[in-house]
Nanobody, 119 residues
């Protein structure tokens, strides 16, 4: 399975961007899809997570500003980012994790998309 992230760019503080993560196969059986980010010199951190039970979780730093969603007809995960702040500047990665009773099927990452927020 392959993940292709897109939608990053340069935006002013207060602006919006929508990231997309297109998967090479059906996302319906994927247990968890998530967005992570990594700023220069920092560890990769979880931004938002969408589970197969349709549960959504957000980091405290983005709660109320970012929305994660998915479209199973397009095999795509989205991250709508509003009210962007300079501290949101990072490379954003999507992740897909699929597990069955037999074990982990895959735990894969997209290539990352750069988000830069100017003050």
């Amino acid at each position: 399975v392959q993940l292709q992230a897109s939608g990053g760019g340069l935006v002013q503080a207060g602006g919006s961007l929508r990231l997309s993560c297109t998967v090479s196969e059906s996302i319906a059986p994927i247990n968890v899809m998530a967005w992570y980010r990594q700023a220069p010199g920092q560890q990769r951190e979880l931004v938002a997570r969408y589970s197969s039970s349709r549960t959504k979780n957000y980091s405290d730093s983005v709660k109320g500003r970012f929305t994660i969603s998915r479209d199973t007809t397009k095999n795509t995960l989205y991250l709508q980012m509003n009210l962007l702040k300079p501290e949101d500047t990072a490379v954003y990665y999507c992740n897909a994790y699929r597990v069955t009773a037999g074990g982990v099927i895959y735990d894969v990452w997209g290539q990352g998309t750069q988000v830069t927020v100017s003050s």
